[in-house]
């Protein structure tokens, strides 16, 4: 299994949006060149993260993205689900039916339970991380870079 940069991108977007004072916004185009992010790709994230409910974009001259729910309310598997979607990781191809020749009724695949439960694990570490604690835990082991960055959302942010 491997993730799309989007989902790495978007957990970073939001973080910098965390970092916003409540009326503020910050310009889609200025987070992208923050994450050295493809604009154009940048702005399909920024569309599936506001339609998940999760940030909110404000249209005009003035206008730009902020959070729509609170960094606490906000699971890391929430933005991977926005990006990836619901679909299950592991889907049997029936190898097993057609080495055996088994009957359909007969049917099962080995790794389907193997698989859900792996995929059940993972979800569980996603469901666990909110953006508040990545956000408390960047704050601990970069305080200095994360003081740069939030210069760098003042500098940038509209109100």
């Known amino acids: 299994m491997q993730m799309k940069t989007g ?4 957990v970073y977007a939001i973080l ?12 889609g185009e200025a987070i992208s060149q923050q994450l050295d992010a493809s ?5 399909k994230l920024l569309r599936k993260l506001v339609s998940a409910d999760l940030i909110t974009s ?4 003035k206008g730009g ?3 729509k729910r609170k960094p606490e309310d906000i699971r890391v598997y929430d933005i991977y689900l926005a990006i990836e979607g619901q679909q299950s990781l ?3 191809s029936g190898i097993l039916h057609g080495m055996f020749e088994l009957e ?7 790794l389907t339970n193997l698989m859900a439960e792996a995929e059940s694990s993972w979800q569980f570490v996603l469901k666990r991380e909110t953006m508040a604690s990545l956000y408390e835990e ?3 082991k970069y305080p200095s870079k994360v003081k740069l960055l939030q210069e760098w959302v003042k500098e940038k942010m509209v109100l």
């Open 7 to 10: 989902v790495e991108q978007s």
């Open 16 to 27: 910098i949006l965390n970092m916003l004072p409540d009326k503020a916004v910050i310009p």
């Open 39 to 43: 604009p154009t790709y940048f702005q």
């Open 58 to 61: 404000v249209p005009g001259v």
């Open 65 to 67: 993205f902020k959070l």
């Open 90 to 92: 592991y889907s049997s």
């Open 104 to 110: 359909e009724e007969d049917c099962g695949c080995l």
């Open 138 to 140: 960047i704050n601990i």
